[in-house]
């Protein structure tokens, strides 16, 4: 008998051996998949179940977001809508659906997305989308996430203070602190603007004014182009708008009240015109090819009295709306009929009819059959106040608002986007 309970003893303690045993194998490989947090590697943030059904985190029935800051359709014919604060949202039209997949998933933070306000969107050659953000940089490979951080964290590949160069498809990134980022496939490369001849004692001297703090810094970059010849253009803080053309060549452009107030949005049409939109001063047009000629350079705003001087007497950021008005210039875009669009953030949106873009830039917008038209929400628009315009693959442009999400134009009026 007494021999029994000793057996017993001895087989519950290797039992109990054997479960601690296990549970330090099961620990050891957990801490081993563990992320590596010490800032040198990128930090992928796998979403698992394959490319197109994340299955957590990833909001699967989620329904668009109110506040659209960029808008972007992939090769796939996937749309993605970035937001101020809600992460970014993928669309895809049901006659796309494959088995598996869902018409609407919103990615946050939560993903791997490293955060949730999304200023750009592209896509790279191999199909991988970039999204730029308001805390660093995030690529989404259609399974998940890998983030890559800002300056501080000292991320593997980043090169600081690197060359000055353009690349057939490399990728451009603004930081917002007057930081940007070239990414050529294998690395990224951190980039500042070299200080304007045109200081704040010019500034001064211009009569520009600026609704803004002294505090922001004036090369803060808010938009990137890169133009059908491979230039890259930065629009900046208070610095008006660079071009960069390779090499050494930087060229600013500070005329006629474009330095001052921040350069939001840029824009190419398909003559190679090039449309600047500022927040205070309006809108701006350079033709390259007019370059000798005084004509080259124009305000658009200026020149038909579509001003609003109101703005700056607050020296601060309004939410007031200006209807009739086109000092506030966010978004440019081009529909296939040449019509260029101006999206406002206080007074709707703008059409400028391709009749009066063959016409001379300094003949009148109301001259015969080109009317400068203004579409509000009496027009159908959802909201005033509008953050970007995207043309698609088939020409159709959408709308992205400033909390009242996604609308498009149907040929004679506005109607919100529907998501089927």
């Not at 309970?5 to 099961?26: C, D, E, K, N, T």
Request: net charge positive; charged share 20%; aromatic share 14%.
């Amino acid at each position: 008998m007494k021999n029994t309970m000793i057996v017993r003893v001895i087989f519950r303690q290797i039992r109990i051996y054997a479960l601690i045993s296990v549970l330090g194998i099961f620990m050891s490989c957990y801490a081993q998949k563990k992320p590596d947090n010490n800032g040198l590697k990128e930090q992928p943030n796998s979403l698992g179940g394959g490319a197109n059904l994340p299955i957590f985190g990833a909001n699967l029935k989620a329904e668009m977001g109110e506040y659209i800051i960029s808008i972007f359709e992939d090769k796939k014919g996937h749309y993605w809508f970035g937001t101020n604060g809600e992460g970014v949202y993928r669309y895809i039209p049901s006659a796309m659906l494959r088995a598996g997949e869902r018409t609407m998933t919103r990615f946050t933070d939560k993903d791997g997305l490293c955060n949730n306000q999304v200023r750009s969107i592209q896509e790279d050659k191999s199909g991988n989308i970039w999204f730029g953000t308001a805390g660093g940089i995030s690529r989404y490979d259609g399974r998940a996430f890998t983030t890559f951080p800002g300056k501080e964290s000292k991320v593997l590949g980043m090169n600081y203070g690197g060359e000055w160069k353009i690349e057939p498809d490399d990728l451009w990134f603004e930081e917002g602190n007057g930081s940007i980022y070239r990414y050529d496939g294998h690395s990224f490369t951190y980039l500042q603007l070299p200080n304007s001849d045109f200081d704040s004692t010019n500034l001064a001297k211009s009569g520009s004014k600026r609704p803004y703090s002294d505090a922001l810094n004036a090369y803060s970059v808010y938009c990137i182009l890169k133009d059908k010849k491979g230039n890259i253009w930065f629009g900046t803080q208070t610095m008006g708008v660079c071009r960069y053309s390779g090499g050494n060549s930087f060229t600013w452009f500070t005329e006629k009240g474009l330095s001052g107030p921040a350069v939001r949005g840029l824009f190419e049409d398909t003559s190679g015109n090039l449309w600047f939109g500022n927040n205070g001063y309006g809108l701006f047009r350079y033709s390259p090819l007019l370059r000798e000629s005084k004509a080259s350079f124009s305000n658009i705003t200026e020149e038909q009295g579509l001003g609003n001087e109101a703005f700056f007497k607050t020296l601060k950021v309004s939410s007031k709306l200006w209807p009739g008005t086109m000092a506030r210039v966010w978004t440019i875009n081009e529909d296939n009929n040449g019509d260029i669009w101006i999206g406002t953030i206080d007074a709707g949106v703008w059409r400028y009819p391709s009749t009066s873009l063959r016409a001379r830039p300094s003949t009148s917008l109301r001259d015969q059959d080109g009317k400068l038209i203004n579409y509000t929400t009496k027009d159908g628009l959802t909201s005033n106040a509008i953050n970007v315009i995207y043309k698609d693959k088939k020409g159709e442009l959408w709308f992205g608002t400033d909390g009242a999400g996604v609308c498009q134009f149907n040929g004679t009026g506005f109607k919100k986007a529907e998501f089927k």
